[in-house]
């Protein structure tokens, strides 16, 4: 394996793992998404996302998608809270027939009238599929718990802001929040480097826009419980602020989630669902980027159980002195090991290079020292963090009528 950083002439970032084999991943992104929105426009970032792939001055919807899925790949896009990426994954002979593709989305998107209209409809159907779907939207509803607005809103945007969203501002707010000096280019596969440098270089002409920076993110701890008819699973989830990807505490979160929720050995999942049968899903998760970070544990259970479920995650918070250097290993060595598997999956290792990008801007230092790090954690920093965490809380519930 071997890494290379760039930084082009045009001030875009180039991010290179290399590996010998005939397949490549490549994402260009630009640091601007839901984090940098104020309440009256949410969504706006997830909504230029959607129009970058209705067409350009000189391709269709229908010939962005064909190119790249006719010659065997994968085209595809997301908006974060702080950044928003576009990207494929190609056998390496077609790498810069999918920069072609890539590159004219974002230089000639057309932002069609028709089209406007079209996709509006499209992600206000998506807004309601999340809405109705209790294990997406319970996410959305902890966040909201955790943080206040905007930030705590959603990437997605609202019925109201999605709507009222208009072709001109979007294609405007385009111009402004997309410059190519902030894009951040990450390719994990078979490539010239310097081939590559020279084709964005060329490609991408400095245009000194001014950048994004995101808005406070205001923290607070609330707790909600939505009545639904037509229910018959209760969905709950647990949130607690966590240290950013910046912060020496956040390898520490690392392994105190691998022994406290992550997997089927987990304790949370042997206590919840194999000892008292309260639960079929019991998993967590460490949302975090470079301006916000919680960790939440979900678990799909009875609207009865609420309580008890709720009871047992706050005590093995709080049990967490029974956790021994055995389970430390333990944790440490699952850690490790899932790294190293699904490090097999190039676009996944891409992403995870551009988040530890802009999380430090240090990636010998901060993804491949994670082993080190990792192995590094004491108990007693494990024993400590838990503890802190655990002061405060928000929930979110969904049940039945």
Same mark, same amino acid.
Do not use: C, R
């Given at each position: 394996m071997k890494f290379q950083k760039r930084i082009l002439k045009n001030g875009m970032t180039l991010l290179h793992e290399e590996r010998d084999l005939p397949v490549v991943s490549l994402s260009i992104s630009n640091p601007f998404a839901a984090s940098h929105e104020s309440s009256d426009i949410k969504g706006i970032a997830h909504f230029i996302e959607h129009l970058l792939f209705t067409g350009t001055l000189t391709r269709s919807h229908e010939d962005i998608s064909r190119e790249i899925e006719k010659r065997g790949g994968i085209l595809n896009a997301f908006t974060a809270e702080d950044v928003t990426s576009y990207?494929?994954?190609?056998?390496?002979?077609?790498?810069?027939?999918?920069?072609?593709?890539?590159?004219?989305?974002?230089?000639?998107?057309?932002?069609?009238?028709?089209? =406007?209209?079209?996709?509006?409809?499209?992600? %206000?159907?998506?807004?309601?599929? +999340?809405?109705?779907?209790?294990?997406?939207?319970? *996410?959305?509803?902890?966040?909201?718990n955790l943080f206040e607005k905007p930030f705590g809103r959603g990437i997605i945007g609202t019925k109201e802001t999605v709507s009222a969203l208009s072709r001109d501002f979007v294609a405007n707010f385009f111009t402004k929040k997309y410059s190519p000096e902030n894009y951040i280019v990450t390719i994990v596969g078979k490539a010239d480097f310097e081939k590559l440098s020279e084709y964005l270089e060329t490609a991408f002409q400095t245009e000194n826009k001014p950048s994004s920076s995101p808005l406070e993110v205001i923290k607070k701890n609330a707790e909600s419980i939505e009545e639904r008819p037509g229910?018959?699973?209760?969905? =709950?989830?647990?949130?607690?602020?966590?240290? %950013?990807?910046?912060?020496?505490? +956040?390898?520490?979160?690392?392994?105190?989630?691998? *022994?406290?929720?992550n997997g089927m050995s987990s304790r949370l999942f042997l206590e919840i669902r194999e000892k008292r049968g309260l639960a079929y899903s019991v998993n967590s998760s460490i949302n975090s980027e470079t301006s916000y970070s919680y960790y939440s544990i979900y678990a799909g259970t009875t609207k009865e159980a609420i309580p008890e479920v709720k009871s047992l995650i706050l005590q093995e918070f709080n049990n967490i002195d029974n956790m021994t250097e055995k389970n430390l290993e333990e944790a440490k060595e699952r850690i490790i090991g899932l790294k190293k598997v699904t490090s097999e999956e190039s676009s996944k290792v891409m992403n995870e290079l551009l988040f530890a990008y802009l999380a430090t801007g240090d990636i010998e230092e901060d993804y491949y020292n994670h082993e080190k790090k990792i192995r590094s954690v004491s108990l007693e920093q494990v024993k400590a963090l838990a503890k802190s965490l655990i002061r405060e809380y928000s929930t979110a519930a969904i049940v039945p009528q």
């Open positions: 990207w494929f994954k190609l056998p390496s002979e077609h790498l810069f027939k999918g920069l072609d593709i890539l590159i004219d989305m974002l230089k000639n998107p057309s932002f069609n009238e028709e089209k =406007f209209e079209k996709e509006k409809k499209v992600i %206000l159907e998506e807004i309601k599929l +999340y809405h109705d779907t209790p294990q997406y939207h319970i *996410y959305e509803k902890i966040q909201e229910l018959d699973q209760a969905h =709950f989830l647990l949130g607690v602020h966590a240290p %950013l990807q910046t912060s020496p505490e +956040y390898q520490v979160l690392e392994v105190l989630d691998a *022994y406290l929720a």
